[in-house]
């Protein structure tokens, strides 16, 4: 009986030990571990092309959104710089191809915001709009490399997180809040 007694009161100090162990491990756990549900700001645009062509394209901050049309390859890089009010810094920059592969040429950098801005850079004409920033959960270097691409209905290749046009719509994420287009 004292035998067991002993081996029952060892086992519960044993288990209460470890359990203030792993409590004090949880309140030291590196920033590196809790990454995973950090939040990263998603930027919806709304591009309005000079023959009338319109696509609505989300990024990341920080990453790029990419337009191509005949041969000109342009990169919209968005920062954001009020939140509330949609205000968005773009920096925009030619995609040259070189011998190391794709380089960046800065071009200009100007606001948007929920008016349109004109741009015309390279024959492409079109109006931007910043129309949402949100926070969506996620690790940035995961996202970073996640995009996607549309053609619109005028052949122009747009490609970012989420991308909507009339002729189509595509969604790296499940989180994308485009309409399908219907049939043509």
């Not at 794709?102 to 129309?131: H, K, R």
Request: aromatic fraction near 4%; charged fraction near 20%.
């Amino acid at each position: 009986m004292i035998k067991r007694h002993s081996r029952v009161m060892y086992a519960i100090a044993t288990a209460i030990g470890l359990g203030l162990m792993a409590d004090a491990g949880a309140q030291n756990t590196p920033a590196s571990l809790e990454s995973n549900v950090d939040r990263v700001k998603l930027i919806t645009l709304k591009l309005t092309f000079a023959d009338g062509q319109w696509a609505t394209v989300a990024g990341f901050e920080g990453g790029t959104i990419r337009i191509e049309q005949k041969g000109n390859v342009l990169a919209l890089t968005p920062h954001v710089l009020h939140r509330r009010s949609s205000t968005v810094q773009l920096k925009v920059s030619r995609i040259v191809q070189g011998l190391d592969g794709e380089n960046l040429q800065p071009v200009e950098t100007f606001v948007a915001g929920n008016d349109p801005t004109n741009l015309d850079v390279d024959g492409m004409s079109f109006a931007v709009q910043a129309t949402r920033i949100r926070k969506v959960p996620g690790g940035v270097q995961a996202m970073a490399t996640r995009e996607c691409c549309v053609r619109d209905c005028a052949g122009r290749l747009i490609c970012g997180v989420c991308v909507c046009t009339p002729c189509g719509v595509c969604a790296a994420f499940n989180w994308c809040d485009c309409a399908f287009p219907g049939p043509a």
